[in-house]
Structures are given as structure tokens and as C-alpha cells.
């Protein structure tokens, strides 16, 4: 099947530093991309859908601004928190979706853990 | 505008015995449906999907779920549980036209020895 990674898998960072997460699609070319925030214990939350070239579509409520999207390609989309703070410690999931397979299928990475100090 | 309603944030089931993991979705056309499973700091892994062809669906690891339409479901079963089912479940819902996927608020389920 489909696999997509992320790196890191778990960051620590300083309260007012920036983050880069990047999601790849190892063996398939994904024409879109999305990001997930997930709190303990909760769903996921869509934050935000990219598609490859394009600037991405940010959910209501989500800071374009601050959560940068970037799909430069069609096997990497990374999101940079920018200006941390602990309120923005998360779990985030990327997923992605291949023009090939079913509609609206979409094919999960590990996720990475954010922590903000 | 889609909904994904799922019955019950934690089910708890003895080893051996039936998992039923209940999923409601509200949409003006039929969806793709789907259950995903997440292990404890893990992504989502796919169980089954429903695009439409046979409503009794089978997936990975024993697991089936039927779409029945005039109820609006899509619950999740598997008739032996087994220890490493112990996970949280989502299901969720996308249209045709739509590229996004609406999730529900996840099923946690134990599995006692």
C-alpha cells in the first residue's frame, strides 16, 4: 500500500522558536496534502489541505500565518509552526491523496508529536 | 455538510468476545465511509472502506462493517477480540467531489484479558 512518512517524529522546542514537520509520500505521487491536529484524546482536526504548486486552503479558525504550508512537490508538503508556544503543543498528521485511488482515500503518516516549552 | 456521529467515546469488550463499534453519518448523498485505526502515538491505519460496491465490507485483521443506508450507519464489528485490538477507532465519511474527510470523535476500545 501507499506509505507516507514524517519527520521528525517527536520535537521539543523553546516557546517562541520555529518548527518545520515534513510529510512525503514514499512511493506515490500525492496531488494533494493534508494536515491534521489531533489534542489527547480527541479527533483529528483538519487544518489545512495543499495541493501540489498551489497555495493551500487553511480551515476556518487555523492562522495561515503562522502554520505555513508549503507543496513544493508531489512527494513533500511541510508545515512550519512559526513562533511557537506551548498552546500549539500537539500531535500533527499529515495525510495524503493519490489521483489514483478512490475518491477521497487518504493514506496517513506516523504523525508528529510538538511540544513547546 | 457532513457529520460523523460515533456512538460511545470508550468500549470495553472481554478478549473473545464481539466488538460492535457504532457509526452514524448524516450526508445528502451517499458517502465513502471509512474506519481507521490509531495505536497510542501512532498515525491512522486503514481497516475498510465503502465506495459504494457491496454494503458488507471486510477488512484487515478480522474486522467488517455494513452500510445500511435507511439507518445511515456504518458499524464496525468483529466477532473475537484479541488484545492487540485495543486501539482508538475513527470513522469517517468523504463525498466524490469533496477531497476531505470528516471524522468522527473516535471510539477508544479495550480488550480485557
Not at chain 2, 460496491?53 to 484487515?60: M, P
Not at chain 2, 477531497?99 to 477508544?108: A, I, K, V, Y
Request: overall charge neutral; hydrophobic content about 35%.
Amino acid at each position: 500500500g501507499a506509505v507516507v512518512s514524517q519527520h521528525p517524529s517527536w520535537v521539543i522546542c523553546k516557546s517562541g522558536t520555529s518548527v518545520k514537520i515534513e510529510c512525503r509520500s514514499l512511493d506515490f505521487q500525492a496531488t494533494t496534502m493534508f494536515w491534521y491536529r489531533q489534542f489527547p484524546k480527541q479527533s483529528l482536526m483538519l487544518m489545512a489541505t495543499s495541493n501540489e504548486g498551489s497555495k493551500a486552503t487553511y480551515e476556518q479558525g487555523v492562522e495561515k500565518d503562522k502554520f505555513l504550508i508549503n507543496h513544493a512537490s508531489l512527494t513533500l508538503s511541510t508545515l512550519t509552526v512559526t513562533s511557537a508556544h506551548p498552546e500549539d503543543s500537539s500531535f500533527y498528521i499529515c495525510s495524503a491523496r493519490a489521483g489514483q485511488v478512490a475518491p477521497s482515500e487518504q493514506f496517513f503518516g506516523p504523525g508528529t508529536r510538538l511540544t513547546v516549552l | 455538510a457532513q457529520s460523523v456521529t460515533q456512538l460511545g467515546s470508550h468500549v470495553s469488550v472481554s478478549e473473545g468476545a464481539l466488538v460492535l463499534l457504532r457509526c452514524n453519518y448524516s450526508s445528502s448523498v451517499p458517502p465513502y465511509l471509512f474506519w481507521y485505526v490509531q495505536y497510542p502515538n501512532q498515525g491512522l491505519q486503514l481497516l475498510l472502506k465503502y465506495t459504494s460496491a457491496a454494503t458488507l465490507v471486510k477488512g484487515i485483521n478480522g474486522f467488517e462493517a455494513e452500510f445500511k443506508k435507511s439507518e445511515t450507519s456504518f458499524h464496525l464489528t468483529k466477532p473475537s477480540a484479541h488484545m492487540s485490538d485495543a486501539a482508538e477507532y475513527f470513522c469517517a465519511a468523504g463525498s466524490g467531489s469533496a477531497r476531505q474527510l470528516t471524522f468522527g470523535s473516535g471510539t477508544q476500545l479495550t480488550v480485557l484479558p
